[in-house]
Every structure is written in C-alpha cells, then in structure tokens.
C-alpha cells in the first residue's frame, strides 16, 4: 500500500470515526449536530459541499472494498522463453527449491528459507541463512550466491538479477556445519 493510499485510508478512518461520535452523541440525546445538518440542506452551496464529501467518502469506500477483495498481482510463474509449439515456465516454488538444494550443499550452511520474486529484469532470489559459528560469512554469502546464480541459470535459463542473503543466525551448534576449530 503507497503513500497515497495510506493518507486516503488515514482520511476515511477519521471521517467514519467522527460520523460515527456524532451519531452516539445524537443516538444520547445531543441534538446540536442534527439541527447544524437540517439548516445547512436549506442551502444550495451546504448541500453541494455534503454531497461532495458523500460521494468522496462512498468513493473510498468502493476503492477500498475492491482492495479488499483483489489479490495482488504476484505471477506465480518465470517465464523462461517462447517456442514455436508454446511457452515454458517454470514456478517460482520449483525455483525456492533449487535454490534450497543448491544452498544446503555449501559447507556451513545449517539452515535455508528461500524466497523467489518474478521481476521483468529477472528473478530474485532471498535467502535467509543460518550459518555454523566457524565459517566465515563473506566467503560462505558469495559462494550462496554464485552458486545460486549460476545453478538457475544454467539448469533453467532464467537470469538471475538479485541473490540476496540474509544471516538469521549463527547457530551454536555445529554438528551440520564445519567441524569446530579450537585454538
């Protein structure tokens, strides 16, 4: 959601708020902003600016309803290239796992979440990572990433725009990884 919706949401939430205060006050026996409403329809100009704000309000009441309801528009599919006979794709899950695979084969690695996004520019790739305490982590994160890299893109043909890496820890347990180093 942009900026522009947030503020139209913020806008929306305050103006049914307040209609909703001053009808309990009316519904409680405060009849102020009843009479206020009954003498501003005697005017032309009051009517237009209530109508205005009415039809601004059902406006984003229909926008937001249809926001609701629509997904969001996430291919679910990489294209990778158009033959005479058809398209071939490929998903974005059997894509995670490849990544997965190729991840889990690098020396200190002990756990993966992998994330694939389909970008015109080609796919990208998040990997969280949960690394063992004796590795080094610039070398363990390139080789993730070259090898991710190339692995999709020999075995698919999909470029691959972005490997992203993400340490979500280093574990303290050793046992997958890299035996422990004692100095």
Known sequence: MGFLDRSLMVIYTLGIMAALFLSGLAALGWTDPLNFLQVSLLYDRDRVIIGSVIVF??????????????????????????TKIGQISVSLNALENMSYRVANQVKGVQDIKPKVAYYPEGIKVLIKVVLSPDVSVPEVTDEIQAKVKNYIFEHVGI????????????????SKG?????N
């Open 57 to 82: 309000f059902l406006f984003l009441s229909l926008k937001f309803f249809l926001q609701a309801l629509s997904r969001p528009a996430s291919p679910e599919r990489a294209l990778v290239k158009e």
């Open 178 to 182: 890299m035996p422990r180093k004692l």
């Open 159 to 174: 470029n691959v725009a972005v490997v992203k890496i993400l340490v979500e820890d280093i574990s303290s347990d050793i």
